[in-house]
């Protein structure tokens, strides 16, 4: 795998190279642009944005979903979080685009942990209204309150907040984890038992949401112990913070926060969504980000754009920018757009494409089918089709861009706490031959791979005695369709179903290098298009009972907790041949390795890898493949930096929209200059275009994306 790792990251630095000479030409004035080479104009007040994931319109946090897409509007209309991930110090910091001053103490009796976070006075709405403290617990409350799951959503668990379960149960009237000192200044207090926690600080990482918008006439309060929300008219008996107003402000499709959360603290405010494209104006109040970066594009257009002509449309104008291209006929189509007045990006992905089993489905429960399935599957060949060669194999829970995996593969320089210079002592020298031996040690080597087998996996079937046919006598190979086994008195069959999204060409590669196999095998697979809104609700809501496996992908949080995707269990009960055991056991491996001090990130990277060894094992999921996003625009887009921020709506606020020339003409014009033989172009000043620096340092491992 390492071999494979340094192969794809040669490629994508090579690309990258490319990329960055294309984003780099120099900046001419318009008139001094040849006729034969002039491209048309682009709106500069406008930038057209597509993606292939279309957006599924839930732009309130991720309660009820959590498409990529959505996310991404999430991002440019709200982005004031109190935390923030520190790329220079591979742990969560305060916002200081926000916080003024973050205080942590801890209570040397109960061990439990209180952060004082101070915010700054000039953070404001979109309509104007000042942003405090009591929005953020608000945020809070909202997330929290049982009525969510009445709305169709699921609350999130801040259980780690003092006080959290018997607010919820209703012991008490207050939340006392969260305290506001004043419209500034608010406390969290965070229970000794969950504590330590590799993410620490994510967990006050809370985006502010206005309440004249959410709940009218409701208010947050604080009397002293802790805070609720009530009304804001006291005199009004009965509480109006109910199913019903949520229906009506949240929920509503015409005008509900959900997909219409037209007041907000990002860089954008969003004007319009039509249930496939959105458009964003400036926020007028937006402060800025950490570098002071304010959008200047006055407009955006967001939009699903198809693989099948993508390209072609950016090529007529009809896109500004296209984000996170992964298919393979349209990258290698964006990359032959790159030499002229197009640039391109590429980034590593920190998520994964994988299959996940539905829990309750009697066929899946033992171990060795989920194996027998994995071993059918040419995964080799089916991701190098799709990903023509910008994406790998994957055996693990993980993204090729996520931190933990370079350094596993080496790629990343390891985090040892010495430095090592002429005059280093012995001692020194010493501690870091010591750390170094420690990181070396962190190896993938045990982790289970599965190649295409189709005789390991008859047998793997065998002998869990699925030998039956339909009709309960002998199963016969070439004959019956289907293996099946006797399970408590039920005939059950090895005949199944899995949804994928129907946009993808992920039915092309399976009804060739997996459906085959699986027959051979004994198993019969269907296919099951869905548009991706239909198979999100039903992975999420398990409404569907017939789909036993679902084609998914997921692009990882910087927090990497993967807790999130398993249901919680008895990790002490007795050993079972069970989907609810395994991800009761994965469930605790996973809370294990997010119990690790910030500081101690080797201690958090042992107990990763003992993760995805356990999860090569188990096999909850099929872990697929993880690729190179590639993004494709004009180079009118002048200073889009995408790798490091966490989605194109961040990258996109110091960018701007200006004229450009090709590297042709840069260069004869520099000859010119310099007395040089001109090759045919209009005669240049040298004062109208400065020459930029070139960096190939385009694809740098050390940039942790969201």
Known sequence: MKRLISLLLCLALLLGGNCVFAEEAENLPKENQTEENQAEEYSHEELRVGNPTPMDGKFFTGLWGNSTTDIDVRSIVNSYYLTVWGYDTGIFRENKTVVSSLN????????????????????????????????????VLFQIDPVIAELGGVPLDMSYFDGYKEYISGERPYLSGIRILNDYMIEFSVNHEYLPYFFELFR????????????????????GQGVYIGNEDKSIAEPLFTKELLEATVMDPDTGYLSHPTVGSGP??????????????????????EDGNKPSIPKIHFTLAKNEDMIQKLEEREFDLLNKVTREDTILSGLQLVSGPFAMQNYPRIGLTFIVFTPDRKALQEKNVRKAINYCMDTTTIVRDYTSGFGIQMDIFAGVGQWMYSIAQGSLDYPISV????????????????????????????????????????????????????????????????????????????????A?????????????????????????????????????????????????????????????????????????????????????????????????DPHDTLGFMRKWVTFQEKFSDMLPMIPIYSNVYFDFYTKELLNYEIRKPVTWGDAIVPASMGLFVLEQEAAEAAAAAAGEEEAGSDDFETDDFETDDFDDDSFDDSDFED
Not at 121 to 134: C, M, Q, V
Not at 204 to 223: M, Q, R, T
């Open 104 to 139: 942590i103490a801890e209570d040397t009796k109960s061990g439990d942990r209180t952060y004082l976070v101070t915010l700054y006075r000039d953070l404001f709405y979109s309509d104007g209204s000042p942003i405090t403290a009591w929005d953020y617990a608000f945020s």
């Open 204 to 223: 006050i990482g809370i985006l502010p949401y206005p309440i004249h918008e959410i709940a009218p006439g409701c208010k947050v309060y604080d009397d």
């Open 268 to 289: 954008y405010v969003l004007t319009s969504w039509d249930g496939e494209s959105c458009t964003f104006e400036i926020n007028p109040y937006f402060k800025g980000d």
């Open 419 to 498: 430095e090592l210079t002429d005059q280093s002592s012995a001692a020194d020298k010493a501690q870091y031959e010591k750390e170094y031996a420690e990181w070396e040690a962190i190896t993938l080597d045990n982790v289970l791979h599965y190649d295409l087998n189709v005789d390991h996996a008859i047998r793997l079937l065998e002998e869990n005695g699925w030998t039956l046919n339909a009709q309960g006598g002998t199963y016969t190979p070439g004959v019956d369709e289907y293996r099946c086994k006797m399970i408590d008195g039920e005939l059950v069959a090895l005949n199944m179903t899995c």
């Open 500 to 596: 994928y999204p129907e946009t993808n060409r992920t039915a092309v590669s399976m009804e060739t290098l997996f459906i085959p196999y699986l027959e051979e095998a004994g198993i019969k697979l269907t296919l099951i298009p869905m548009d991706m809104k239909t198979l999100l609700r039903s992975y999420n809501d398990r409404d569907i009972e017939q789909i036993d496996m679902f084609y998914l992908g997921d692009d990882f949080n910087i927090e990497f907790d993967p807790q999130l995707f398993f249901l919680p269990g008895d990790p002490t009960a007795p050993e079972e041949d069970n989907l609810a055991w395994v991800h009761a056991q994965m469930y605790e491996y996973a809370r294990l390795m997010c119990e690790t």
